[in-house]
């Protein structure tokens, strides 16, 4: 690659285009820097914080970073664009889709840590019921997605508190409403990333030896000018079974605007129609194969089969013989967990396949555009709820349940909708290893490595941590309806973290070496906690060990310290025998 490449990102600072990334005389503001020190044009320094460790998103991936940055003695700066860490349990109100044994293993011991928090949050602070309170697994929503459906905001306060230590001695600080706008790079180096608080439009620059992308899109790898892909690759790129034909950079899955609600019998909470309902009430989705009919209503494309498949809604709770009740789903409170009268009703999320988002895309497009796609996801998440609330079938025969109410208190903002969009995919990183539908795909195993049914998924000899969920891949911006498939339960390779070329930034999210298929089972909420982890650790070894992050990979002496250091502090490598 030439070395005087300028990358096309480019930031506004102060009316002036700044070309950020691959560049070989380091510049930041367009100025030669003295010294290595970002600074501003005139005689006063930009406002300049510097730590061992800068992470740039503080969702999942990046808490757990963090925390395991901190733990092994290293300073952390850690941004959120948000006013809530947590990401997809929190500001995009997830609960969490978890595997089977989640209970037992399947994660690292930092996120059962977590699982437990919460569970003992809810015994400590919340008048339960002596049945529920003594429950080992408490589930406080009951909801059938997860054993473990919760409130945004206890995320939040639970993940505080296990970061809470470092922030009091000053190891950690945590910049929240502060957004990734520019980097200063020299060759293969980051030095600096440059953030901009959301409502102050004041500049920070943050400086130190290692970088993470911890972000929702993985915003710093076009401002770094790190080498990632997008989209779909093709079938000829990967000889993945379920890639497509030809390659669509601009491919990416549906994102949702979550929101919460509850029911309020007897109550009209209906307002005025939304902001484009007139045309989500008529919209029959385009994709290939057919989608089931209209967007909103009862019925979808079965993601397995993809033939028409009902669907059921009823607040009350109650059990729909044959049907799902989608109410029941993401509930995150369930009434009869707690005390007398301490809830009017239960409380539920709607992620739902009714709410996927896939005319727009929000990956490589403008702020603007990024800003206007997400409010078209909120109109239709806003039409959604208007739709329950006046239109949907009731097993009685009637229509509409005008008591349902937004819970925007619930999601800590004034509309009821999430803080932000729940992102299934984002851009990934070009790395020393890919993970390819071959590796972990039960079919495409099966006919490439010449396994029997029900084989492992490919052992790797460097995994830094394992995971599972199935690949599913939601209805895309390309027009495509859902693929879903068995995976096998995988283990998380280090090649998959470490880019191909610059030196010092470390992916932590959805933004690793994934392929678009493969990256639907690598992309939910203990396997992103689980990266976080790994890519915290590798920091850490990589430091007291005065080596780079490739040479452990390279050399099987340095990866062997590692993985006992991984192991040792509670990270499990290969899944156990059955």
Known sequence: MNRRRFFSCVALMGGTAVACGHIKQPLFNGHPLPNGHPEKRGSSKAHELKADVVIIGGGMGGCAAALACCRNGLSVLMTEETDWIGGQLSQQGVPPDEHRWIETHGAPQSYHDYRNRVRDYYRRNYPMTADARARVNLNPGNGTVSRLCHEPRVAVAVLYDMLSPYLSTGKLQILTDYKAKSAYVDGDRVLGVQVQHRYTGNFMVLTGDSFVDATECGDLLPLTGTEYITGTESKHDTGELHAPEEANPKNNQAFTVCFAMDYQPGRNNVKEPPEGYNFWINYVPDLTPPWSGKLLDLSYSDP?????????????????????????YRRIIHQNNFMGATYEGDITIVNWPQNDYFLGNLIDVSEDEFQQTVERG????????????????????????????????????????????????????????????????????????????????????????????????????????????????????????LPVRVNNLLPANKNIGTTHITNGCYRLHPVEWSIGEAVGQLIAFSRSSNVPFKAVRAKSELLRDFQRMLHEQGVETVWPAE
């Open 378 to 497: 909120k109109q239709l998440s806003h039409s959604l709820f208007y739709w329950l609330q006046t239109e949907a079938p009731r097993p009685d025969g009637g229509t509409g349940w005008p008591g349902l109410r937004l819970r925007g208190d619930i999601m800590g903002t004034e509309d009821g909708m999430a803080k932000y969009p729940y992102v299934r995919e984002s851009r990934r990183i070009k790395a020393e290893f890919t993970v390819l539908e071959e590796h972990v795909g039960a079919e495409n195993r099966k006919m490439v490595a010449g396994e029997k049914e029900g084989a492992k998924a490919a052992d790797f000899y460097d995994s830094v941590g394992i995971g599972y969920y199935h690949i599913d891949l939601h209805p895309s911006t390309g027009g495509n309806n859902y693929v879903d498939f068995p995976s096998l339960p995988f283990q998380i390779p280090l090649g998959a973290l």
């Open 304 to 328: 397995r089969t993809l033939a028409p498949k009902r669907l059921g809604f009823d607040p009350s709770g109650k059990n729909l013989d044959g049907v799902l009740n989608l109410w029941n």
